[in-house]
């Protein structure tokens, strides 16, 4: 199912691709979004892993690199692996002091877990293991890679708004091969929508995801306390330290990474905190 979602969500984001490069620039416009959406779907599917990485800054995690960071998330991670039947993920630490944890790649056999030093700072060692537990939860559901690829396609569709914005004015009418309509009007247009285009998305394959995610960590840690108090602190810190981090990547964070209300709170990428809790308080009596 996940497989489909994916398909269709290339299939969706490279019409909105194709669809803004004819609204910036008629016929030649559309044909460049088109290679842009071939390319983007194969990068998409091979590197989003890598390009998820690299936009949070993070650095892998190994007993050579991060001993004393490996000595405390490794042996965690390979225990809850080994009882999830999953392969050990390759571990990395963003720089980032607000709390925080992504999962990121396209198959449980190419996959990674991300953790700020943020959090490795403010969770005690069953708060941090429900929170890795919840990460190895999206691996384990398969949606690792619908989610990275949304990341690398919602951060170029965004990408090309602001350049049919900057560089759409500049085409000539008799240009205009198709029709496309004026140049800084479709440029401005896309400017608008690509953002909020890429947030309705990544809202529609978030919210459902936490849940499950969540309840696949209380299962496999064996309680859901530890996720329940990692949650309150997350929510608590993210109010008090917005994180900076990239709209386009919002949604594969534990724990929305910035706040605010009006359109970001309607773009919200994750369900209220207070419904996750309440969810994983259910479980106790199941």
């Given at each position: 199912m996940n497989g489909i979602k994916t398909a269709a969500l290339l299939a969706l984001l490279s019409s909105i691709l194709m669809i803004g490069g004819q609204m910036a620039?008629?016929?030649s416009g559309m044909m460049i979004g088109l290679a842009m959406a071939v390319a983007m779907n194969f990068?998409?599917?091979f590197f989003s892993e890598k390009i998820a990485l690299s936009m949070s800054g993070?650095?892998?995690?190994?007993p050579e690199s991060h001993g004393p960071i490996y000595a405390r998330i490794g042996p965690m991670t390979q225990r809850l692996t080994q009882k999830m039947g999953l392969p050990m993920p390759r571990l990395w630490v963003t720089p980032e002091q607000t709390p925080n944890a992504f999962a990121t790649g396209r198959n449980p056999a190419h996959s990674s877990v991300a953790?700020?030093?943020g959090l490795l700072?403010?969770?005690n060692d069953r708060e941090l293991e429900g929170v890795i537990a919840h990460?190895?939860?999206h691996i384990y559901n398969r949606d690792i890679l619908i989610s990275s690829v949304a990341a690398t396609i919602g951060s170029a569709i965004t990408q090309v708004g602001y350049m049919a914005y900057y560089f759409g004015g500049s085409r000539h009418s008799d240009e205009d091969e198709g029709g496309g309509g004026g140049g800084m009007?479709?440029?401005?247009?896309m400017m608008m929508v690509a953002p909020m285009a890429a947030g309705v998305i990544q809202m529609a394959i978030s919210r459902t995801r936490e849940f499950g995610a969540d309840a696949a960590a209380a299962k496999y840690?064996?309680?859901?306390?530890g996720l329940i108090s990692a949650l309150g602190k997350l929510d608590s810190m993210g109010r008090r330290m917005p994180m900076e981090a990239s709209p386009a990547t919002a949604h594969m964070y534990i724990m929305k990474p910035f706040g605010g209300g009006g359109w970001s709170k309607l773009f919200s990428t994750h369900p209220p905190t207070e419904e996750r809790i309440a969810a994983l308080q259910a479980l106790r009596f199941q």
């Open positions: 620039g008629g016929r990068f998409s599917y993070a650095q892998a995690v190994t953790v700020t030093y700072q403010m969770m990460e190895l939860g009007i479709g440029g401005l247009v840690t064996g309680s859901p306390d």
